[in-house]
């Protein structure tokens, strides 16, 4: 089955760059989404179609891809960044197979 | 604004069978296609499945085919899943979360507030 590999956790100070990493082998091909989900809160979009930010999520979120590795970069973290970020995809099947990364536990401290 | 929520959770024994709802508002539902989410305690997100806008095409993740049945009813703006043949690790928080594309299928943007649904004897 077709799997999505993120880092368990990252770690920054606050007004650093915090970068976060997802691996899949259909990711040349598809485009990855990106979530953020703090405690005991349903998951927010913080980017779309690999690089798009919907409104309403402040501009130090930025996504990026190149060949296999899609990347979530936030840029001056803040401590209310603190969360956890899944990335989202789907395989190159013709039947649609979605799939999330295992997620990152990012700290802001 | 977007409002969706999930109903139908509960405690139910191993071998069983539960009904779980998602409401919908706020936006064009017979125009989206629709996920269903769900989240074991401690553990990350797992997608389980999708519809089609009109309810035609529907895919399941490979945990849940073959016992899980995710419908639609336009009219109620109104989604289901229906879970039968329950099992310990299907005890999870479930989220409905509309797909960002009409008439499409891209990836969730709105996502409700999840129901708990807990398997055990």
């Known amino acids: 089955s077709y799997e999505l590999t993120q880092p368990p956790s990252v770690s920054v100070s606050p007004g650093q760059t915090a970068r976060i990493t997802c691996s899949g082998d259909?990711?040349?091909?598809?485009?990855a989404y990106w979530y953020q989900q703090k405690s005991g809160q349903a998951p927010v979009l913080v980017i779309y179609?690999?690089?798009k930010r919907p409104s309403g999520i402040p501009e130090r979120f930025s996504g990026s891809s190149s060949g296999t590795m899609a990347t979530l970069t936030i840029s001056g973290a803040q401590v209310e960044d603190e969360a956890d970020y899944y990335c989202y995809s789907t395989d190159n099947s013709d039947n649609y197979r979605a799939v999330f990364g295992g997620g990152t536990k990012l700290t802001v401290l | 604004q977007v409002q969706l929520v999930e109903s139908g959770g509960g405690v139910v024994q191993p071998g069983r069978s539960l009904r779980l709802s998602c409401a919908a508002s706020?936006?064009?539902?017979?125009?989206?296609?629709i996920h269903w989410v769900r989240q074991a305690p401690g553990k990350g997100l797992e997608w389980v499945a999708v519809?089609?806008?009109?309810?035609?095409?529907?895919y399941y993740g490979d945990s849940v085919k073959g016992r899980f049945t995710i419908s639609r009813d336009n009219s109620k703006n109104t989604l289901y899943l229906q879970m039968n043949s329950l099992r310990a690790e299907d005890t999870a928080v479930y989220y409905c979360a509309k797909d960002r594309t009409s008439g499409s299928r891209t990836g969730p943007d709105y996502w409700g507030q999840g129901t708990l649904v807990t398997v055990s004897s």
């Open positions: 179609e690999g690089t």
């Open positions: 519809i089609s806008f009109h309810g035609t095409n529907k």
């Open positions: 259909a990711l040349p091909k598809k485009y």
């Open positions: 706020g936006f064009t539902f017979s125009s989206y296609a």
